[in-house]
């Protein structure tokens, strides 16, 4: 007992005597609990290693709680002789482990000899409450050693917790004796029941926290590649050694020197995230969210380095230590099948059985199917001939065949065999274009080849993106997650799983020429992210580069460089232009240049925004890319481009408007398979006056209403018909949980468009801590060349309620119209795009004019806001390089849109 210890507990001796003595046992603990607490955490401020702070909170957890515990026993309610007076506590689950994050769950096990007396249950009663009355979280039960055995017998969960027993407090030999009891049962035990409720445990973990290990907002704790698959690891090592502390006696054994070590450099780091992750949050936060990543980097001391931002760096780290804890499951559940003669399913999937593993050959030297997985026969073969590391991806998609761990250990011990000389043989190039442009299931390969650091060993360019984050709310996966998943949608499109959401581009994917052409595009076309030129000159240099190493025809090179230097121009022409002006379709045109190269783009642009994230494509964005791609065919095939009249898509509601001065309707977005409703659509015909446009966003707005997408359409004989898709405060689509407000505000937008009453101020948007840590730098730039009839303004800034609505009133108080608008955002990032006429109706040509209405917009895009405390605001990734970028796609443009920078 420490000179500490004995003074907490003459204190809490003197506080059994006050007249509260909850309220003082409370306050003496609060005390010497966050002294121990502070410690930990000094600790960890000054740089120590992540488990040893878990263990020093997990340390003052226990001198609290031992101190308490000799309180209720010895000072409240002494000890007596009676054998059915024999009270222990134990830390079970995590806490039983000896880690504790700041504000971890206490899991707490009170055994006693018989059945439940008086005086345990007032000790128990009196410990929790305290601990209540701390603040604490504590999970417990109150058991016999009888009832702990046969609840562990049956329930997974609770044999769990029971392998990580420790003793706390009370009774030695109560405890000792549920722990051997409980060894020798799990000793007896088959553990396969065990191991898969483990597996099926950890997927459904997954699949709740997301499946994908690199989305971009992971959880720390239960993510994949998070703490929970290491130890699940453990777990799995107990149950075939209980009586071994940690799984040691099976563990040690099976790690080689350097998988111990980036085992214990993965738990350290990830429990230093998690303990960073807690005492920034003050509670128990586990998802590791866009306004805690640069917080944490920060205390972590990561810092920028040229153009990457330190939370790209530390999240790139992050991500990187995710992909080994997944070679690090792989790679012991190898181990462990070998150490138990397990059919081979693996950790991976270990639902195994004990007969032995068969082995089956297929018509490929040095490969063999084992278990239902392809596996090598022996280190040499990679030794002998290197080309084989690719052979086994073949071999593995053409047979549709999981690749076995100990395939997955071979090419990960082999990587150095991945030389300059091997990246330009021939036969490694047509092997790698085989499974890219020709596998079956591209996706999977690639993404195993990915996770063995086989793919960024044999293609460079790909390395310097493997684990790459960008720090904005458009993007849900890293980039190399982004691009692989691109690759599986094109090939979901080839194989016509998606002819409903894709009937387009699901017909012209068969008339393509050069797959390869296609998949390289794909696979390289981000390659170029936070180059020192832009991402769009610095991806074509590297995706060149790459190619001419592979040995990939010239032809086919400049085919996959212009692919890369522009896949963003489909998506900027058809969400930023107003795609009824001829100029906007003529100049797309000159830029693609021929009807494959049409196709191409609109193939590897559809896959590019699906791959983005969950529901960032919808039915809005495909309606304007098949109507820019039929437009250019069109074109291409010698047709006369005829300027589309919005008003034939929608008579009724027009001459509802020839009426009546003004009419609206609404109805929700129809649901596209395999795609949920995102917004209700608000459709408003009206006659054309000054500041119209303006008043209608206004009235939303005000409304409560968040414009995600608008389109502005004007006819010659001066009706407008104005499309508006918009949603509630909780992304929602506007009106759908409560359809009385979505009745309201057409009956709003009606009176606005007559202009007939007062126009409703937008309300004030409250501060997202979510968006504030994003430094969105407002751009607005003027375009005289995108159109002949107006002139193009477009503004990029951080997105925000009401924002269309203000940036319109502004246009409009300076007496200018607006012809056609676009709105697009991406994440925190809204770029709108407005086609403006002077009062007289024709383009802006005045500078003066011109230059006042940049400084309007600039004050609206740059409103006051206080930053949140303890948050570091990192800028996004957007400067007047990346911007300079886009000015590239368009022959004719100046510099242009700032889309480049959301994305």
Not at 49 to 57: I, N, P, Q, S, T
Not at 275 to 299: C, N, W
Not at 339 to 364: E, F, N, T, V, Y
Not at 378 to 402: C, I, K, S, Y
Request: aromatic letters at 6%; one cysteine or more; proline letters at 5%.
């Amino acid at each position: 007992m420490t000179a500490l210890t004995l003074n907490l507990d003459q204190r809490l001796a003197a506080a059994a005597r006050a007249p509260d003595v909850r309220a003082a046992t409370a306050g003496v603990l609060r005390e010497a609990y966050g002294a121990g607490r502070a410690r930990a955490e000094r600790r960890l401020e000054a740089g120590g290693e992540g488990r040893v702070v878990a263990r020093l909170y997990a340390g003052a957890a226990d001198e609290m709680l031992q101190a308490l515990w000799t309180q209720a026993t010895q000072v409240l309610w002494p000890v007596s002789a009676v054998e059915a007076e024999r009270l222990s506590l134990l830390a079970v689950g995590g806490y039983g482990r000896g880690v504790l994050a700041p504000f971890s769950d206490l899991d707490l096990l009170f055994v006693r000899s018989g059945r439940a007396t008086p005086r345990a249950e007032q000790v128990i009663g009196h410990v929790l409450h305290v601990l209540w009355d701390l603040g604490l979280k504590v999970g417990s039960a109150f058991r016999s050693i009888d009832e702990a055995l046969s609840l562990a017998k049956a329930d997974m969960t609770i044999r769990t917790t029971l392998l990580e027993a420790r003793p706390l407090a009370g009774d030695a030999g109560l405890s000792d004796l549920l722990i051997a009891r409980f060894q020798d049962m799990a000793n007896r035990a088959d553990p396969r029941p065990f191991i898969a409720a483990k597996l099926e445990e950890r997927a459904a973990r997954h699949e709740k926290a997301g499946a994908v290990r690199y989305k971009v907002e992971p959880n720390v704790k239960d993510g994949k590649g998070g703490l929970r698959d290491l130890n699940a690891l453990f777990w799995i090592a107990r149950a075939l050694a209980p009586e071994s502390r940690l799984g040691a006696a099976v563990m040690d054994p099976l790690l080689t020197a350097r998988e111990r070590r980036t085992f214990d450099e993965a738990f350290d780091f990830l429990w230093r995230v998690r303990s960073h992750l807690h005492l920034i949050a003050g509670r128990a936060e586990e998802k590791l969210t866009f306004d805690m990543q640069p917080e944490v980097a920060r205390r972590m001391g990561w810092r920028g380095r040229g153009d990457e931002p330190a939370v790209e760096r530390f999240m790139r780290r992050y991500f990187l230590v995710a992909r080994d804890v997944g070679a690090l499951t792989r790679a012991l559940s190898a181990k462990l099948e070998a150490r138990q003669h397990k059919q081979p399913q693996g950790l991976s999937r270990l639902a195994a059985s004990l007969l032995p593993s068969r082995q089956k050959r297929i018509d490929a030297p040095g490969f063999s199917v084992s278990g239902g997985r392809l596996t090598v026969n022996g280190p040499e073969v990679f030794a002998n001939d290197p080309v084989q590391l690719l052979t086994l991806f073949v071999l593995a998609d053409r047979h549709d065949l999981d690749l076995h761990p100990d395939a997955f250990s071979a090419v990960t011990r082999s990587l150095s065999r991945v030389t300059p000389r091997l990246r330009r043989d021939p036969r490694a190039a047509s092997a790698f274009l085989d499974i890219l442009a020709h596998g079956q299931r591209p996706y999977r390969a690639l993404t195993v080849m990915n996770e063995t650091g086989l793919l960024g060993r044999f293609l460079p360019e790909w390395g310097r993106i493997v684990g790459q984050t960008q720090f904005n709310m458009y993007h849900a996966y890293t980039v190399d997650e982004h691009t692989l998943q691109a690759i599986g949608i094109i090939n979901d499109i080839a194989r016509g799983k998606l002819k409903t959401d894709h009937p387009v581009a699901s017909e012209i994917v068969h008339l393509i020429a050069d797959m390869e052409a296609l998949m390289l595009a794909m696979l390289l076309h981000d390659v170029g992210k936070g180059g020192e030129r832009g991402q769009l000159e610095d991806g074509a240099i590297a995706a060149r580069r790459a190619c001419e190493r592979l040995g990939v025809d010239p032809r086919r090179i400049e085919l996959v460089v212009w692919l890369v230097r522009n896949h963003l121009a489909l998506s900027d022409y058809a969400q930023k232009r107003d795609l009824g002006d001829p100029q906007t379709v003529r100049d797309f045109a000159q830029l693609v240049g021929d009807p494959e190269r049409l196709r191409l783009l609109l193939i590897l642009t559809v896959a590019d925004i699906r791959a983005v994230g969950p529901g960032v494509w919808n039915g809005w964005k495909g309606q304007l890319m098949r109507t820019l791609y039929n437009q250019v065919s069109a074109l291409f095939r010698g047709e006369d481009m005829r300027r589309p009249d919005p008003v034939s898509e929608h008579p009724a509601l027009v001459e509802r408007a020839r009426a009546a001065g003004a009419a609206a309707e609404a109805a929700p977005v129809a649901p596209v398979q395999g795609l949920t409703v995102q917004a209700t659509e608000l459709r408003v015909a009206a006659q054309d006056r000054p500041g119209l446009f303006a008043d209608l966003a206004q009235t939303i707005a005000a409304a409560g209403a968040d414009i995600t997408d608008a389109r502005v359409a004007t006819t010659d004989q001066g009706l407008v018909l104005d499309v508006f898709r918009i949603q509630d405060g909780a992304c929602a689509p506007y009106g759908q949980a409560e359809p009385r407000r979505l009745s309201r505000l057409v009956e709003a937008v009606e009176r606005a468009a007559r202009a007939e009453g007062r126009i409703a101020r937008a309300p004030e948007s409250a501060p997202s801590a979510r968006r504030a840590v994003f430094e969105v730098r407002p751009v607005v730039m003027v375009d005289h060349h995108a159109s002949d009839a107006a002139t193009v303004v477009e503004v990029s800034g951080a997105d925000r309620p009401g924002l269309l609505a203000a940036l319109s009133r502004t246009i409009t108080e300076r007496g200018l119209s607006i012809r056609s608008a676009h709105v697009a955002s991406f994440g925190e990032r809204a770029v709108d795009s407005f086609y403006l006429v002077d009062a007289r109706g024709r383009k802006i040509t005045d500078e003066a004019i011109l230059a006042e209405l940049r400084d309007a917009l600039h004050a609206v895009l740059e409103p006051p806001r206080a930053q949140p405390p303890g948050r570091q605001v990192v800028a996004a990734r957007a400067s007047a390089r990346d911007v300079s970028d886009l000015g590239r796609r368009s022959p004719r443009a100046k510099p242009v849109s700032p889309g480049e920078q959301a994305r």
